[in-house]
């Protein structure tokens, strides 16, 4: 019960970034592969289809995330009775969980195309196969999920980022292979198949491997079910109304605009998608850590490491948001096509989503960490039915630019306020703490505003420019915020001081 969590942090945000590498790779090397032989209007359909493949995952109430986070907790305290009970308790239910996500599935699966409001035609017949497949393949996913967050509460990260490394790379591959043998859009759902399968095996053996390792002995025990099923109840409204309100801009498109529409909004906010994803990750690598530390009492070096987290991420946020408002379009162009960009007015909404996105995620997860279970869910809640409503009627009045904004309008009201009151609270920080978090956040803001402005007039026209251009951006925005910011410096010689 003694393991590192220095080594723990350090391979799980190895093993984020590379979510992030494999993510690039699946959602932007492999869609032209996708396009080339999956029709457009095909596509589309099924990317409006994975949003009710999404909705289904709804039934999950939350168990890995509380799972892990108790386990981590008790795991600090060194609890041997918690952790027999959390072990027991959360693989039952993941498993019932997987069982009745392969239930609800096969009763919805009839239903897609008047959801869709998609024609029965003998082309989009696919489309009803490729639900039923992805349908298994997302139960085998959320039994995963349960074996994984075991693991991740034992404070594994080496082992579980291997798993995960060699599965969802060889589903790469699956897709691939797929697609070249003719079986078109089928090919996505069954990769999907394959790393649920995968994770689930994997995990599930490294768990039975590090219980024989552990000094304690592991029995099977059901003590504490109630207390996790009722925390569970205030998790399971919050998550799911934001799968329901996470996934429905596809649907919401597909419904008022037409499926061909889709994939102009899920390419054109592709990048910023997956820079928000690598945002995010260091936040989701320090939770089993973060749990583990405030569970051993230490709620001093606690506030030292998440402060200086969260410097950095805004750092990073800064350097996104003038990319992305400067260099997305030139990015779609030349990937995929300009006819294929949704317009300049889309992309501000997407890079204002993207800042916002990342504030509330990141303070929402930390404070996850650090027990605030039950108000997160609640106010997750709260906001996903704000971001219902005015998607639905921002699509019908507004079109894309209404479904796009939305989410962003419901965070500011709901969670902008409410998850940097309950971080202060929860890390006791001081008025004086929390003034130099908001002066960085000036500093980098007028970083990214000098930056933006000396390349405004850029537009690369090959991928060697926009490569230049790039690499003359992230310098240019580096050595400026360098000239503004002390804690920059502070960190900069820090480390230069740990590489000599």
């Known amino acids: 019960m003694n393991r590192s969590r220095v080594s723990t942090v350090k391979w799980n945000l190895f093993f984020h970034y590379f979510t992030v590498a494999y993510a690039i790779i699946s959602g932007i090397a492999l869609v032209p592969l996708y396009l080339k032989y999956i029709p457009l209007d095909l596509y589309g359909g099924w990317l409006a289809t994975s949003n009710i493949i999404a909705w289904l995952s709804i039934v999950d109430p939350g168990v890995s995330s509380v799972v892990m986070q108790r386990i981590s907790f008790s795991y600090g305290q060194k609890d041997s009775q918690a952790l027999n009970g959390l072990i027991t308790n959360g693989i039952c239910l993941s498993l019932v969980l997987a069982l009745l996500i392969c239930a609800i599935g096969l009763i919805v699966a009839p239903l897609i195309f008047s959801v869709l409001n998609l024609s029965d035609t003998q082309s989009y017949l696919v489309l009803q196969t490729a639900f039923t497949i992805a349908i ?47 079986i078109g859009v089928l090919a996505l759902p069954w990769a999907l198949v394959f790393r649920g399968a995968g994770l689930s095996l994997g995990n599930a053996a490294y768990m039975f491997w590090r219980l024989r390792t552990e000094p304690m002995q592991f029995r099977v025990s059901f003590q504490g079910l ?67 530390l405030f569970g051993s009492g230490d709620v001093k070096r606690t506030q030292e490491i998440l402060l200086r987290l969260l410097r950095m991420i805004i750092w990073l946020m800064g350097l996104a948001v003038v990319g992305f408002l400067l260099l997305n379009e030139p990015f779609v162009r030349l990937w995929v096509g300009a006819k294929l960009y949704a317009g300049s007015t889309i992309n501000m909404l997407i890079v204002l989503g993207l800042v916002v996105t990342v504030v509330v995620s990141v303070l929402s997860n930390l404070c996850y960490s650090l027990g605030n279970i039950k108000g997160n869910s609640l106010t997750l809640m709260a906001q996903s039915f704000v971001s219902i409503f005015l998607m639905y009627f921002g699509g019908q009045i507004f079109g894309m630019a209404g479904v796009v904004l939305a989410p962003t309008i419901a965070m500011v009201v709901v969670s902008g306020w409410y998850y940097p009151r309950a971080f202060i609270r929860l890390l006791n920080l001081t008025w004086g703490e929390v003034k130099t978090l908001l002066y960085e956040f000036t500093r980098v803001a007028a970083a990214a505003l000098l930056v933006g402005v000396s390349f405004t007039l850029v537009n690369p026209l090959t991928w060697l420019e926009f490569i230049s251009v790039s690499v003359a951006l992230v310098a240019s925005y580096v050595v400026t915020l360098t000239f503004i910011s002390t804690s920059l410096r502070r960190e900069l010689v820090t480390l230069w001081t740990r590489i000599k």
């Open 226 to 292: 109630r207390e996790l099923v009722a925390m569970l109840s205030y998790t399971f409204w919050g998550k799911a109304m934001d799968g329901i309100a996470g996934n429905m801009d596809a649907l919401l498109i597909a419904r008022f605009l037409g499926p061909e529409v889709v994939p102009i909004l899920s390419l054109t906010r592709k990048a910023p998608d997956l820079s928000r994803t690598f945002l995010e990750r260091p936040a989701m690598a320090f939770m089993p850590a973060i749990s583990h």
């Open 136 to 182: 298994f393949g997302t139960a085998l996913m959320v039994l995963s999920y349960g074996f994984t967050a075991i693991n991740m509460g034992f404070q594994s990260s080496l082992g579980i980022g291997l798993i995960f490394a060699i599965t969802n790379l060889s589903s790469l591959v699956v897709i691939a292979v797929l697609l070249y043998l003719g």
